[in-house]
Nanobody
Framework: QVQLVESGGGLVQAGGSLRLSCASS????????ISWFRQPPGKEREFVAA????????NYADSVKGRFTISRNNAKNTVYLQMTSLKPEDTATYYC??????????????????WGQGTQVTVSS
């Protein structure tokens, strides 16, 4: 288990960009794959993107492929989600999650053991 803190959410117009951050103060953070999930209002949590512990492997949901980029800086214990060409349907609470040496192909929320508190992203039309 690692403690995760998300930041960077906010209100943006359609077509705009935001960068979310997921940070941890724990040294074991660098041994963890990190994912982003989102939960739109009234809907279930869904997979967005994941990155391996080394940063060498990534995976994206089809709905965000080509618009979102996940990356990590292990020297800063931080994972980023750069979101561009945002759409109103991207509106959701975004969560980061961690799994020790986890697989980026794991798209089930149950496959990730540690979670942050979430950050709200609202895209206006």
């Amino acid at each position: 288990q690692v403690q995760l803190v998300e930041s960077g959410g906010g209100l943006v117009q359609a077509g705009g960009s935001l960068r979310l951050s997921c940070a941890s103060s724990e040294r074991t953070f660098t041994n963890h794959a990190i994912s982003w999930f989102r939960q739109p209002p009234g809907k279930e949590r869904e997979f967005v993107a994941a990155i391996s512990w080394s940063g060498g492997s990534t995976n994206y949901a089809d709905s965000v492929k080509g618009r979102f980029t996940i990356s990590r800086n292990n020297a800063k214990n931080t994972v980023y989600l750069q979101m561009t060409s945002l759409k109103p349907e991207d509106t959701a609470t975004y969560y980061c999650a961690a799994s020790p040496y986890g697989a980026t192909t794991e798209t089930r929320s149950s496959g990730w053991g540690s979670w942050g508190q979430g950050t709200q992203v609202t895209v206006s039309s």
